[in-house]
């Protein structure tokens, strides 16, 4: 493969990492917002495990067992160094620490909800990709149309011919 390629190849890749940490990033503001229905943005941990931790106004991350039961809410997400994504959650109850991360995968395996709230969010995010590429096409065919329609218009002066 040539560099060129594999230049564009990992552009592409970036890219779409990118596009999905910002759908994943609205969503979870918007479910922290002042909405009060949290309800669909809340994951219970349902196994005894250990998490990675970050105390509030610590820069620092540590390990914490956690015993499972504890809930949490989503807040954003980012690309790691091996390219999946990392979830930022808060605790609900009161904690020690201020977010606990998790990769994707873990999420999805010890956070009930979580991966349903992952297919909602892109579901609707591609629903609504694709109103606007139908808007968008609708609009430029209109565009078209008119467009087509001067040149008709001013066929009979030799408009353009130069």
Not at 23 to 46: K, P, Q
Not at 107 to 112: E, G, P, R, V
């Given at each position: 493969m040539s560099d060129t390629l594999a230049d564009s190849r990992i552009e592409q890749i970036v890219e779409e990492i990118n596009d999905r940490i910002a759908v994943r990033n609205l969503a979870a503001r918007r479910n922290t917002g002042e909405n009060t229905?949290?309800?669909?943005?809340?994951?219970?941990?349902?196994?005894?495990?250990?998490?990675?931790?970050?105390?509030?106004n610590k820069p620092d991350y540590s390990k914490k067992e956690h015993t499972g039961g504890e809930e949490f809410m989503a807040l954003r997400c980012y690309a790691s160094?091996?390219?999946?994504?990392?979830?930022?959650?808060?605790?609900?109850?009161?904690?020690?620490?201020?977010?606990?991360?998790?990769?994707?995968?873990?999420?999805?395996?010890?956070?009930?909800?979580?991966?349903?709230?992952?297919?909602?969010?892109?579901?609707?995010?591609?629903?609504?990709?694709?109103?606007?590429?139908?808007?968008e096409a609708s609009i430029e065919a209109e565009r078209d149309k008119l467009m087509a329609t001067r040149a008709e218009e001013y066929a009979h002066l030799g408009f353009g011919t130069w």
């Amino acid at each position: 493969m040539s560099d060129t390629l594999a230049d564009s190849r990992i552009e592409q890749i970036v890219e779409e990492i990118n596009d999905r940490i910002a759908v994943r990033n609205l969503a979870a503001r918007r479910n922290t917002g002042e909405n009060t229905d949290h309800n669909s943005a809340r994951f219970m941990l349902t196994e005894s495990i250990v998490l990675t931790v970050k105390k509030a106004n610590k820069p620092d991350y540590s390990k914490k067992e956690h015993t499972g039961g504890e809930e949490f809410m989503a807040l954003r997400c980012y690309a790691s160094k091996r390219g999946g994504l990392i979830y930022v959650f808060r605790p609900l109850q009161v904690a020690d620490y201020a977010e606990m991360e998790m990769t994707e995968s873990a999420a999805k395996k010890s956070l009930s909800g979580f991966e349903a709230w992952l297919k909602t969010i892109v579901d609707s995010s591609l629903d609504r990709e694709c109103r606007d590429a139908q808007n968008e096409a609708s609009i430029e065919a209109e565009r078209d149309k008119l467009m087509a329609t001067r040149a008709e218009e001013y066929a009979h002066l030799g408009f353009g011919t130069w």
